[in-house]
T-cell receptor, first 111, second 113 residues
């Protein structure tokens, strides 16, 4: 699996936007960019995923660089509930393959 | 979406004993995945379980230590055998739903004393 690089930790103020970066310079043409997060004492949960175009859903936005070698997860207004470890994961589009987790970014949100 | 129920949610076990973790899904799925999360670490894939066939184990994990059953399309078990304190971890099962989205159970927090 292609690898991703994320900062170990980031900090944000409550109700401010948060931009979580991810580098994936060895991404292949069939790799989707997935983001999951793990809240304390819970299993990971899906956030968003995309292939080439920017994506928006109720939780977040995903901005994908034109060369697809990097992406940014955007939380538009961080809340205390958004404090979690965020994982950027590349996954082949064929599906039914397991997620391979890196170390992720631990996001702290300050009230 | 898929709802996953894992049992037990936590347990404290004596070294040398075995614990079987159950994973029940509310819909039929082709593959189920088992992960381990050691304290303060990320998730590591243990094995992939298909119904009707032997599980496929990742490097560093063996069937004698982590036997897996997959009797039908909604259920799987992972056994942690002959436990030692190093096996203290959170064990999670996962399935894939629609649109390549993965769903996870809440995990089983195992402490070996």
């Amino acid at each position: 699996d292609a690898k991703t690089t994320q900062p170990n930790s980031m900090e944000s103020n409550e109700e401010e936007p948060v931009h979580l970066p991810c580098n994936h310079s060895t991404i292949s043409g069939t790799d989707y960019i997935h983001w999951y997060r793990q809240l304390p004492s819970q299993g990971p949960e899906y956030v968003i995923h995309g292939l080439t175009s920017n994506v928006n859903n109720r939780m977040a936005s995903l901005a994908i660089a034109e060369d697809r070698k990097s992406s940014t997860l955007i939380l538009h207004r961080a809340t205390l509930r958004d404090a979690a470890v965020y994982y950027c994961i590349l996954r082949d589009g064929s599906g039914n393959t397991p997620l391979v987790f890196g170390k992720g970014t631990r996001l702290s949100v300050i009230a | 979406s898929a709802v996953i129920s894992q049992k037990p949610s936590r347990d404290i076990c004596q070294r040398g004993t075995s614990l079987t973790i159950q994973c029940q899904v509310d819909s039929q799925v082709t593959m189920m995945f088992w992960y381990r999360q050691q304290p303060g670490q990320s998730l590591t894939l243990i094995a992939t379980a298909n119904q009707g066939s032997e599980a496929t184990y990742e490097s560093g994990f063996v069937i004698d230590k982590f036997p897996i059953s997959r009797p039908n399309l909604t259920f799987s078990t992972l056994t942690v055998s002959n436990m030692s304190p190093e096996d203290s971890s959170i064990y999670l099962c996962s399935v894939e739903g629609d649109s390549f989205v993965a769903f996870f159970g809440q995990g089983t927090r195992l402490t070996v004393v």
